[in-house]
């Protein structure tokens, strides 16, 4: 269980208003690796956010399944709060917010 590994997962959890995985829209915001403990924080892109809980719960299933003997605890967190800056070239492209 490696940090990389443990991205590559959650690259998995789409937001389903925007279509883009919550690592490129630039969600996520730590990943804390000690023994077999996996801590993750994660935030939404606004608190207002209808589908938080359900995009967490994707999350959180995900990386169970994918590490079986960790134990994983995902947190909602609210800061810093998020801005479109905080999302990869990738994500910006699929918006079309280069040019």
């Known amino acids: ?3 990389d590994a443990v991205l590559e997962v ?4 789409i937001d389903p208003e925007i279509g883009i995985n919550v ?11 000690e023994g077999n403990r996996l801590n993750v924080d994660m935030t939404m892109t606004t608190a207002a956010c209808p ?3 359900y995009i ?3 999350a ?3 990386l169970r399944q ?3 003997d960790a134990e994983v605890s995902v947190n909602l967190v609210w800061h810093p709060q998020w801005t ?7 994500a910006r492209e699929q918006l079309g917010w280069m040019g």
Do not use: H, N, W
């Open 66 to 68: 994918f590490f079986p």
């Open 23 to 33: 690592v490129d829209l630039g969600l996520v915001y730590g990943v804390t690796i």
């Open 51 to 53: 589908l938080g809980a």
């Open 56 to 58: 967490v719960d994707q």
């Open 10 to 13: 959650l690259r998995k959890v």
């Open 60 to 62: 959180d299933m995900l």
């Open 1 to 3: 269980m490696t940090e």
């Open 84 to 90: 479109p800056e905080m999302m990869s070239d990738a």
